[in-house]
């Protein structure tokens, strides 16, 4: 399993930069078909530019029942937890109505 | 050409935005000289100071000469303005030289898109869970909405900065924050998108506060931010929000359980965009310390 520390990548999750900081060192595991645990120990929490960047754009190279599967989130806050898995619900469904 | 203009008595925004915007900005040219005259204010808000700012800002930025007038520092009101650095900020000094910002208030402050990001964690947050004695965690949401409009600058406006200001009452345990840019407006901005296209103003914001409306100022906008707010500070923690920007005054504020919209039309000129954003924070949700438990 890979785990990625999100502080000691990025400062914040804040801007579409540090998201997609974040995004390109996800991407590969995730399509090579490896776990991935997302540690957030120490964010304040994650905004929509962020999570536009980081965690959005998995949707239009895989199935979200894939992501699901393989991405694990550990050390998260409520807000983060809360904007990660509704938008992430969120944008599936309007991939999955637009298709 | 020279302008005196009255502040009213109760200095907030709806009521700057009626009175003093409509004599100044209405007008297709703008007076060489602007003097605010403060003797008849008395009751002063988060909002009226930032919309104050920002039309301050407004006028010196299109040429305009801007003086305070009847500053009696005997007055309250006028010291609290003083102790909020709204002179400082303005004209380059404190009214009294011994003025220093309360415990209850975040002073006002012109801050960049970038620097602010880290500044709500570190000022804002910190000092708000200081005087309210709710823990950092249970602040994200709040914090992260304060982000959100500051990264809507950024976005969708060519403003590097905005202006913030904030209050806490704390017989009511109530926060206000009032935050204003000079970009475009939102009304001007979410007309951009073909069907916002010859909306009012006021409809215009009501629809850029809709889940997946952007005007795709960058290519990664998914038109969140705005819907985020009124999420958290509406539906949640049972808040009100108040727009201006444009001819348009919104407010949002739940109505059973479902945020409603109040729409006013051509009430007033407000440059760029002013929210102001109220509740109490009793409603604020407690979390245990262990990290929350993450199932998709």
Same mark, same amino acid.
């Given at each position: 399993?890979v !785990?990625?520390?999100?502080? &000691?990548i990025?400062?914040? /999750?804040?801007?579409?930069?540090?998201?997609? =900081?974040?995004f390109?060192?996800?991407?590969?595991?995730l399509k090579?078909?490896?776990e991935?645990?997302?540690?957030?120990?120490? !964010?304040?929490?994650?905004? &929509?530019?962020?999570?536009? /960047?980081?965690?959005?754009?998995?949707?239009? =190279?895989?199935p979200?029942?894939?992501?699901?599967?393989q991405?694990k989130?550990?050390?998260?806050n409520?807000?983060?937890v809360?904007?990660?898995r509704?938008?992430?619900?969120?944008?599936a469904?309007?991939?999955?109505?637009?298709? | 050409?020279?302008?005196?203009?009255?502040l009213?008595?109760?200095?907030r925004?709806p009521n700057?935005?009626?009175s003093?915007?409509q004599q100044?900005l209405?007008?297709?040219e703008?007076?060489?000289?602007?003097?605010f005259?403060?003797t008849?204010?008395r009751?002063?808000r988060p909002?009226?100071?930032?919309?104050l700012?920002?039309v301050?800002r407004?006028l010196?930025?299109n040429?305009?000469?801007?003086?305070?007038?009847?500053?009696?520092?005997?007055?309250?009101c006028i010291r609290?303005?003083?102790?909020?650095?709204?002179f400082?900020?303005?004209s380059?000094?404190?009214?009294?030289?011994?003025s220093?910002?309360?415990?209850?208030?975040?002073?006002?402050?012109?801050i960049?898109?970038?620097?602010a990001?880290?500044?709500i964690?570190?000022?804002l947050?910190s000092?708000?869970?200081t005087?309210?004695?709710i823990?950092v965690?249970?602040?994200?949401?709040?914090?992260?909405?304060?982000?959100?409009l500051?990264?809507?600058?950024?976005?969708?406006?060519?403003?590097?900065?905005g202006?913030?200001?904030a209050?806490?009452y704390?017989n009511?345990?109530e926060?206000r924050?009032?935050?204003?840019d000079?970009?475009?407006g939102?009304?001007?901005?979410?007309?951009?998108?073909?069907?916002?296209?010859?909306?009012t103003?006021a409809?215009?914001?009501?629809?850029?506060?809709e889940?997946?409306?952007?005007?795709?100022?960058q290519p990664n906008?998914?038109g969140v931010?705005?819907?985020?707010?009124?999420q958290?500070?509406?539906?949640?923690?049972n808040?009100?929000?108040?727009?201006?920007?444009?001819?348009?005054?919104?407010?949002?504020?739940k109505?059973?359980?479902?945020p409603k919209?109040t729409?006013y039309e051509?009430?007033?000129?407000c440059?760029g965009?002013?929210?102001?954003?109220?509740?109490?924070t009793?409603?604020i949700?407690?979390?245990?310390q262990?990290p929350?438990?993450?199932?998709w």
């Amino acid at each position: 399993m890979v !785990v990625v520390h999100v502080k &000691s990548i990025v400062d914040a /999750c804040d801007t579409p930069t540090q998201g997609k =900081t974040v995004f390109s060192r996800i991407l590969g595991s995730l399509k090579a078909g490896e776990e991935v645990e997302i540690d957030f120990l120490g !964010v304040f929490g994650m905004t &929509s530019s962020f999570m536009n /960047c980081a965690f959005i754009p998995l949707l239009d =190279t895989l199935p979200f029942e894939q992501i699901k599967r393989q991405m694990k989130v550990v050390h998260a806050n409520r807000q983060i937890v809360n904007m990660l898995r509704e938008r992430m619900k969120v944008h599936a469904e309007r991939l999955k109505s637009a298709a | 050409m020279k302008t005196k203009i009255y502040l009213p008595s109760q200095f907030r925004a709806p009521n700057l935005f009626r009175s003093v915007s409509q004599q100044l900005l209405g007008s297709a040219e703008l007076p060489r000289r602007v003097e605010f005259d403060f003797t008849r204010l008395r009751f002063v808000r988060p909002s009226g100071v930032v919309f104050l700012s920002n039309v301050t800002r407004h006028l010196r930025h299109n040429g305009c000469e801007v003086a305070y007038v009847g500053t009696n520092t005997h007055m309250e009101c006028i010291r609290f303005l003083d102790d909020s650095q709204f002179f400082l900020q303005h004209s380059g000094e404190l009214l009294r030289a011994h003025s220093r910002p309360r415990a209850t208030t975040v002073p006002l402050i012109e801050i960049s898109n970038e620097a602010a990001l880290l500044w709500i964690e570190n000022k804002l947050i910190s000092w708000l869970s200081t005087s309210s004695g709710i823990p950092v965690r249970d602040l994200s949401e709040l914090g992260t909405c304060i982000k959100e409009l500051f990264n809507n600058i950024s976005d969708h406006t060519d403003a590097e900065s905005g202006s913030i200001f904030a209050q806490w009452y704390p017989n009511e345990r109530e926060i206000r924050i009032s935050l204003a840019d000079l970009g475009p407006g939102i009304p001007t901005t979410a007309r951009r998108v073909g069907s916002a296209s010859g909306v009012t103003d006021a409809k215009a914001i009501q629809l850029a506060f809709e889940d997946g409306f952007t005007a795709k100022s960058q290519p990664n906008n998914q038109g969140v931010g705005l819907h985020y707010l009124k999420q958290i500070v509406v539906a949640n923690l049972n808040g009100r929000l108040e727009i201006h920007s444009g001819t348009a005054e919104v407010k949002i504020q739940k109505a059973g359980t479902e945020p409603k919209f109040t729409l006013y039309e051509q009430r007033g000129f407000c440059p760029g965009t002013l929210i102001d954003i109220v509740f109490h924070t009793d409603k604020i949700e407690r979390s245990p310390q262990e990290p929350e438990v993450f199932e998709w």
